[in-house]
RNA sequence: GGCGACGUGGCCAAGAGGUUAAGGCGGGGGUCUGCAAAACCCCUAUUCGGCGGUUCGAAUCCGCCCGUCGCCUCCA
């Protein structure tokens, strides 16, 4: 296998422990999860999945940055604690990341139940000379880590921070500690009361859960510098041990129009908006349909393409097949998505291959052979993907009680027509329909249509199937009989 | 200004020196079908932003130009 290194700029032969050490940096819970958030989680998740198919373990840590400026400015705002605050978020982010079917981490620490790691490691580097305080503040002296920028590839003379400069070295230096301010959440510290800087956070859980050396450190490229620099600085001059990561990745960022799509911007489409519209599946189709280091363009348009994409898979993976022989290579296809995923993470060309896979089972479907070797390739590969293929008579949640009452109603409505038509004899198939259930209602109703179309009344039967489309009920006429499935 | 990325068919998007330039969506035609839908088959880039160069051979390497975007201390 080979991926990409940000720190070196070309992709590497991966060569990892076991297990796999994992870390991807979480969200500040502060507001509602956008799509660029999914876009940064599916892709790792997408990274994890493959690497445990490939069979390798996977420790995967994934933080939360619960305690900041933006946090407690908003919670002032609103009037309750940064905690209630910060809580509310994460159990939306999990909602959002489980309806994803991104796969949990295995452990999720919060900065704010790290401080004793935390204060350890800011006094291991005051203690060698790599950090000072001044005041109630704990700031990092850059100067004294010669290699900072090697993974930004910047000179350090260009740099400074625009963090309140009060009592700093060198402009450059940054905050590992920061001395609370009245009304702020604070912890008790060796140099007052406070709370930790943004970037410590990292180190600290990293070390604490992973170890000194991660396998797999990721993020967005918005994190590179100066979070993952600052982190680098701070986790090395502490152990004393290189690398500190052994793989940088980072995928692209998500775009909205013209511009990044980020919270400062206020540009954003929030997962939930996005999952209103889109499924799950296509969402992801969407972000893994490019490479993961290219920046992605969110389109109404793009989605909806993704989604017709994703409901031929699914009629792939569950369609009815032949008794024939099986005439599918299934093994060329896992080769293929393999080859793909080998090569830094190529998912464009995996899905590629899965198109091209879905096409063969259906025609060996349509020849008569049988397709369960094929489907059960597609289904696993999908997955692998964090593709779910759900069938297609479940693809949406459906207000079960309201499509039922208007079923009911539109019985009652065919019935007059039946009557109006001369085809009373056909009215039996609608008795009782009054205390069946949603989906018996379709039956009894595919049912009747079936009787008309035997006499050619095709007004009627085509009503039916038109009076159904309008409650996202799609009717399929084939040999075998009449099938139906939910439109998004 | 510094650093970096990108420009491939109507749209999205792989490919990074050499057989027919993946795949998806859309469009056109056909098979099947009472019609529709789905599925399948065929067609839809002799050419990869432009101009030069290297090479037997260039979307792929080099130079310049044009255009788009990202990062440069809030960010996934």
Same mark, same amino acid.
């Given at each position: 296998?080979?991926?990409?290194?940000?720190?070196?700029?070309?992709?590497?032969?991966?060569?990892?422990?076991?297990?796999?050490?994992?870390?991807?940096?979480?969200?500040?819970?502060?507001?509602?999860?956008?799509?660029?958030?999914?876009?940064?989680?599916?892709?790792?998740?997408?990274?994890?999945?493959?690497?445990?198919?490939?069979?390798?373990?996977?420790?995967?840590?994934?933080?939360?940055?619960?305690?900041?400026?933006?946090?407690?400015?908003?919670?002032?705002?609103?009037?309750?604690?940064?905690?209630?605050?910060?809580?509310?978020?994460?159990?939306?982010?999990?909602?959002?990341?489980?309806?994803?079917?991104?796969?949990?981490?295995?452990?999720?620490?919060?900065?704010?139940?790290?401080?004793?790691?935390?204060?350890?490691?800011?006094?291991?580097?005051?203690?060698?000379?790599?950090?000072?305080?001044?005041?109630?503040?704990?700031?990092?002296?850059?100067?004294?880590?010669?290699?900072?920028?090697?993974?930004?590839?910047?000179?350090?003379?260009?740099?400074?921070?625009?963090?309140?400069?009060?009592?700093?070295?060198?402009?450059?230096?940054?905050?590992?500690?920061?001395?609370?301010?009245?009304?702020?959440?604070?912890?008790?510290?060796?140099?007052?009361?406070?709370?930790?800087?943004?970037?410590?956070?990292?180190?600290?859980?990293?070390?604490?859960?992973?170890?000194?050396?991660?396998?797999?450190?990721?993020?967005?490229?918005?994190?590179?510098?100066?979070?993952?620099?600052?982190?680098?600085?701070?986790?090395?001059?502490?152990?004393?041990?290189?690398?500190?990561?052994?793989?940088?990745?980072?995928?692209?960022?998500?775009?909205?129009?013209?511009?990044?799509?980020?919270?400062?911007?206020?540009?954003?489409?929030?997962?939930?908006?996005?999952?209103?519209?889109?499924?799950?599946?296509?969402?992801?189709?969407?972000?893994?349909?490019?490479?993961?280091?290219?920046?992605?363009?969110?389109?109404?348009?793009?989605?909806?393409?993704?989604?017709?994409?994703?409901?031929?898979?699914?009629?792939?993976?569950?369609?009815?097949?032949?008794?024939?022989?099986?005439?599918?290579?299934?093994? *060329?296809?896992?080769?293929?998505?393999?080859?793909?995923?080998?090569?830094?993470? *190529?998912?464009?060309?995996?899905?590629?291959?899965?198109?091209?896979?879905?096409?063969?089972?259906?025609?060996?479907?349509?020849?008569?052979?049988?397709?369960?070797?094929?489907?059960?390739?597609?289904?696993?590969?999908?997955?692998?993907?964090?593709?779910?293929?759900?069938?297609?008579?479940?693809?949406?949640?459906?207000?079960?009680?309201?499509?039922?009452?208007?079923?009911?109603?539109?019985?009652?409505?065919?019935?007059?027509?039946?009557?109006?038509?001369?085809?009373?004899?056909?009215?039996?198939?609608?008795?009782?329909?009054?205390?069946?259930?949603?989906?018996?209602?379709?039956?009894?109703?595919?049912?009747?249509?079936?009787?008309?179309?035997?006499?050619?009344?095709?007004?009627?039967?085509?009503?039916?199937?038109?009076?159904?489309?309008?409650?996202?009920?799609?009717?399929?006429?084939?040999?075998?009989?009449? *099938?139906?499935?939910?439109?998004?």
């Amino acid at each position: 296998m080979k991926v990409y290194n940000t720190r070196s700029g070309r992709k590497e032969d991966f060569a990892p422990g076991d297990p796999v050490r994992m870390y991807v940096c979480g969200v500040t819970p502060y507001s509602e999860c956008h799509i660029g958030h999914a876009m940064s989680y599916i892709v790792f998740d997408v990274i994890r999945r493959y690497l445990e198919f490939r069979g390798y373990r996977v420790r995967h840590v994934q933080n939360f940055t619960d305690v900041d400026d933006k946090i407690i400015a908003r919670s002032s705002q609103l009037g309750i604690s940064a905690k209630e605050l910060a809580e509310g978020f994460i159990s939306q982010y999990f909602a959002d990341m489980d309806a994803l079917n991104i796969k949990r981490a295995d452990i999720y620490p919060r900065a704010t139940e790290e401080i004793p790691k935390i204060i350890e490691v800011i006094d291991g580097l005051i203690q060698k000379g790599h950090a000072y305080h001044a005041g109630g503040d704990v700031y990092f002296r850059v100067a004294s880590f010669p290699q900072y920028g090697k993974l930004s590839h910047r000179a350090t003379d260009e740099m400074f921070s625009t963090e309140e400069a009060t009592g700093k070295e060198q402009p450059m230096d940054f905050a590992l500690w920061k001395a609370a301010k009245p009304g702020e959440p604070y912890w008790e510290s060796p140099w007052g009361l406070g709370r930790p800087g943004w970037h410590i956070e990292c180190s600290a859980m990293s070390l604490k859960y992973l170890g000194e050396t991660l396998d797999i450190h990721g993020g967005g490229q918005d994190l590179i510098f100066p979070h993952h620099e600052n982190e680098i600085a701070q986790s090395e001059a502490f152990t004393e041990v290189t690398p500190f990561v052994r793989y940088w990745l980072h995928n692209g960022l998500m775009q909205l129009g013209e511009e990044k799509m980020s919270k400062s911007l206020g540009n954003l489409i929030t997962v939930k908006e996005a999952l209103d519209r889109y499924s799950a599946d296509a969402l992801r189709l969407f972000v893994l349909s490019s490479h993961y280091r290219s920046s992605l363009t969110y389109t109404e348009e793009g989605l909806a393409a993704m989604e017709r994409g994703a409901e031929r898979l699914r009629f792939a993976a569950h369609r009815q097949g032949g008794d024939g022989p099986t005439a599918i290579e299934v093994e *060329n296809y896992r080769q293929r998505f393999m080859e793909a995923m080998d090569d830094d993470f *190529n998912t464009a060309q995996a899905i590629a291959a899965l198109f091209d896979l879905a096409r063969e089972i259906n025609r060996a479907a349509e020849e008569g052979h049988s397709i369960r070797e094929g489907q059960k390739a597609l289904l696993e590969l999908a997955g692998v993907l964090g593709l779910q293929l759900v069938p297609p008579q479940y693809i949406i949640e459906i207000d079960t009680y309201t499509v039922e009452s208007k079923l009911r109603e539109l019985s009652e409505h065919i019935r007059e027509e039946l009557i109006a038509a001369g085809q009373g004899g056909l009215i039996h198939e609608l008795d009782g329909v009054e205390s069946l259930l949603m989906k018996d209602i379709i039956d009894r109703l595919l049912a009747l249509r079936s009787g008309l179309r035997a006499k050619k009344q095709w007004a009627l039967a085509d009503k039916i199937r038109a009076q159904l489309a309008k409650l996202r009920i799609i009717l399929e006429d084939t040999p075998q009989g009449t *099938n139906w499935r939910y439109r998004r």
